[in-house]
């Protein structure tokens, strides 16, 4: 299972697409929502996994099948109640776990500025875990009060991160439902016609169609010459 994962990660680097923004926007993107996600996470949470689902909750399986948990915690009888307890008691994975499955679905990979950020905040959380356990071991009051500091401000950045994720994964959805109008004259072209095996020349929109027999501008126009062939020319 643990080498699936790490291969699954490798992948998502190869992936082609981007997130509609990355995490350094999202605040920009929608500020409403991003509060939104702030304050209420494990809300978000289950909204946003219910809605990468296309509301079909027949398709939910625990952490959206990325731990080894998923699929042995009767999610088939009760996806509602196993989704609310998933993103009120594991709201990490919760977050990871969409991440991961709007990812893969649409190819979208993992930016070094998003890992960046993403790692800073894992980094911060283990450091003030350390210097809790110093602290608690040596019983040192100014080693107690950085460890204090350093819980506040990993909480702190954890939410923040938490939260322009969750937004990130709305403004994703939001893409792909349409909601941001019909594309601009930058976006994708049109579908082309093009020639087929059951169609064997191109379509002819726009074009003449020749005679049988004879090709398309043929003759040209002016030929032959005025005064040709000259007089007394003899076949």
Known sequence: MASQQYDKMQLRQNYRNLWHTDLTHTIQADPPYCCFAFWCGPCVSYLLRKRALYNDMSRYVCCAGYMPCSGRCGESKCPELCLATEVFFCFANSVAS???LLQDEFNIQTTQCDNCIIGFMFCLSQLACIFSI???IVGSQEISEASQILSCLSDMVYCTVCACMQTQHKVEMDKRD????????????????MSRLDQPY?????????????????????YPPSGYPPAGYQK
Do not use: E, H, I, L
């Open 98 to 100: 969409t991440r991961f």
């Open 134 to 136: 110093v602290a608690m």
């Open 178 to 193: 349409g909601k941001f109008g019909p594309q601009s004259a930058m976006g994708v072209p049109p579908v082309q016609q």
């Open 202 to 222: 191109p379509p002819t929109v726009g074009y003449s169609v020749p005679a049988y027999g004879q090709p398309a501008g043929y003759p040209p126009a002016g």
